[in-house]
Nanobody, 115 residues
Framework: QVQLVESGGGLVQAGGSLRLSCAAS????????IRWYRQTPGNQREQVAS???????NYAASVRGRFTVSRDSAKNTVYLQMNTLKPEDTAVYYC?????????WGQGTQVTVSS
């Protein structure tokens, strides 16, 4: 079992920055991939970034160059640094961990970008 807790969301003006954290606990050594998703009301969750256990990263086109995903293995925490935020980045952000067998989700953190 893996437990995930997101934090760091909030209200920010357009052009500002936020850093989200995803703290993992439990069987963290089994995690192969962590992905950040976001979701707005009435829409499906959209993957925005990912990082493998080996450190390989990937980004959606909509956030590439503005968002950076990183990890602190000692803290079992993955970060999503979000810069140059836009109103369309407003969403609930979730982290998702994949092991070889299961997928786990955090509870989400709200990010609101005002224009």
């Amino acid at each position: 079992q893996v437990q995930l807790v997101e934090s760091g969301g909030g209200l920010v003006q357009a052009g500002g920055s936020l850093r989200l954290s995803c703290a993992a606990s439990g069987s963290t050594s089994s995690i192969k991939l962590i992905r950040w998703y976001r979701q707005t009301p009435g829409n499906q969750r959209e993957q925005v970034a990912s990082i493998t256990s080996g450190g390989t990263t990937n980004y959606a086109a909509s956030v590439r160059g503005r968002f950076t995903v990183s990890r602190d293995s000692a803290k079992n925490t993955v970060y999503l640094q979000m810069n140059t935020l836009k109103p369309e980045d407003t969403a609930v952000y979730y982290c998702n961990a994949l092991t070889g067998i299961n997928a786990y989700w955090g509870q989400g953190t709200q990010v609101t970008v005002s224009s």
